[in-house]
């Protein structure tokens, strides 16, 4: 895949498209079928050419858009006038309300927030825009349309229209689930840390209304839902999604471009080069490597006396990697030998989706095993268990694993590498281990699963471990386990 190239033909429409009408008027029905029209003469916004092109194709009905570019080309600005007209005109009416309802997903809370303020930056400039058009006839012309109601959501997130319409800006966690949408906007979308969320909670917000979903990011390296959807190897030959790769060069000009260009001499004399490459080249520059060794992998099951428990008296740890619909919930409990070497002694993958008795499960495996902690993974699917945990009184230890994964992962093959942590033989676990991928970007590290593979057993073993490791007399670190 390439970058795409602007032709002479549409560079010509779009500086056509720039000039604002002045004699007759403007058209709410040529403003529902050109995004453009609608940005340059209601709202007084000149966009670059690319964000025509993307508005092109949203108002053409494309249902599924993808686009990778440099920073500072306008993604958020692009995203945010649609999402403004859309309300404003009602264009795509769904549910028995028949409203136009848009959901924006940040990478994180805070953008989300910054995300309305552009929407309402959006608002002032086009009240400005009418009101001059208009010789000051018309004031607060867009204003005036916020439903200022009491039954009405207007705040950090949310905007409400008088017509019933509505823009609400979220980050990417559970709290999306229920929504109804009939255009998604993920921005960002490379950088959302858990791609179960896409899947699980953001694309099911559009299946009811037959609705839009548009992915705009830069990279993040060569993983991930955004990664895979995007494609830019080509290695699938058909894609779901409309896919836009838009470089800098191809749409800033002047001082804008300059600016950049600056950047990129300042980034190659300090070695920061796979940084500008990512952020402004728009490449998926990284470095990929698997994160154990074989040989070490091969030294975790070297014990052939080791099997597979059903009960222990000594004191263990049990961990609980909680899943969901692409992902296993996992139960492992490990040991920590005189000899300080962990040992896996147990573990439960349920099938997917059917870990209803969980709770019972554990009770009975309470009484069979030795358990000092329960460190389950402090994540939203298991809230209710572990408040449930808490409440019968257990000694419970909730990890954030997204927060410490990295860390704790590495404490896990520093202990690996010394011929310290063993399991009973288990072709799964070994699977993934040898499996498992770090990945160096220019932003961070990451280690994840291959795509297409799986890291359920993995990552509760690693859980399992994480107490014996940190209080071990030649550990790594102490942890308070109050912080958590």
């Not at 830019?232 to 800098?248: C, F, G, M, N, S």
């Not at 950047?263 to 990512?278: A, I, P, S």
């Amino acid at each position: 895949m390439e970058y795409y190239k602007f032709t002479k033909r549409e560079r010509k429409e779009w500086l056509n498209s720039l000039t604002p009408v002045r004699k007759g008027g403007v058209k709410m029905s040529t403003s529902r079928k050109d995004t453009t029209y609608y940005a340059v003469n209601q709202v007084g916004i000149k966009p670059f050419v690319w964000q025509k092109t993307l508005w092109d194709l949203l108002d053409s009905g494309k249902k599924r858009i993808s686009v990778c570019s440099s920073r500072q080309v306008g993604k958020s600005l692009a995203l945010a006038l649609f999402a403004l007209k859309a309300i404003d005109l009602n264009i795509f009416p769904s549910g028995v309300a028949n409203k136009t309802h848009v959901g924006i997903i940040s990478a994180t809370e805070e953008q989300s927030k910054k995300l309305m303020l552009e929407i309402q930056r959006l608002i002032r400039i086009g009240d400005d825009n009418v009101m001059s058009v208009t010789n000051g006839k018309v004031i607060n012309y867009f204003s005036n349309k916020i439903d200022k109601g009491q039954a009405a959501t207007n705040n950090k997130t949310t905007i409400t229209f008088t017509n019933g319409n509505s823009i609400t800006c979220l980050p990417p966690t559970d709290r999306v689930r229920g929504y109804s949408f009939s255009y998604v906007f993920v921005d960002e979308a490379a950088f959302l840390e858990n791609d179960d969320i896409f899947f699980d909670s953001i694309e099911p917000t559009v299946s009811r209304t037959n609705g839009t979903i548009v992915l705009t990011s830069t990279p993040n390296g060569q993983r991930g839902f955004y990664f895979d959807i995007f494609d830019p190897e080509d290695i699938r030959e058909v894609h779901d999604y409309t896919r836009l790769w838009i470089h800098y060069e191809e749409v800033l000009e002047g001082e804008l471009k300059e600016q950049i260009d600056i950047k990129r001499d300042l980034y190659y004399q300090t070695g920061r080069e796979k940084h500008f490459e990512q952020e402004y080249d728009a490449l998926f520059t990284a470095q990929v490597s698997s994160f154990f060794e074989s040989e070490d992998v091969d030294k975790v099951f070297s014990d052939t006396t080791l099997y597979k428990r059903v009960s222990y008296s000594g004191e263990c740890d049990c961990s609980i990697d909680f899943g969901m619909v692409n992902s296993h919930t996992v139960v492992t409990v490990s040991m920590l030998t005189k000899q300080d070497t962990i040992i896996r002694l147990y573990h439960h993958q349920y099938p997917y989706g059917e870990d209803d008795n969980l709770i019972k499960d554990l009770t009975l495996l309470k009484e069979r095993f030795n358990i000092q902690r329960f460190i389950p993974d402090d994540c939203p699917q298991g809230y209710h268990t572990i408040q449930k945990m808490k409440e019968i009184g257990w000694n419970v230890k909730p990890m954030s694993f997204r927060r410490d994964k990295v860390g704790t992962y590495n404490e896990f093959r520093a202990w690996t590498r010394q011929g310290k942590i063993f399991s009973y033989k288990d072709r799964s676990l070994e699977v993934e281990m040898k499996a498992l991928q770090e990945e160096d970007t220019p932003r961070s590290t990451a280690i994840h699963k291959p795509s297409g593979g799986t890291d359920d057993l993995i990552d509760a073993f690693v859980m399992s471990s994480k107490y014996f490791i940190a209080v071990n007399k030649g550990g790594v670190r102490g942890i308070d386990w109050d912080d958590y």
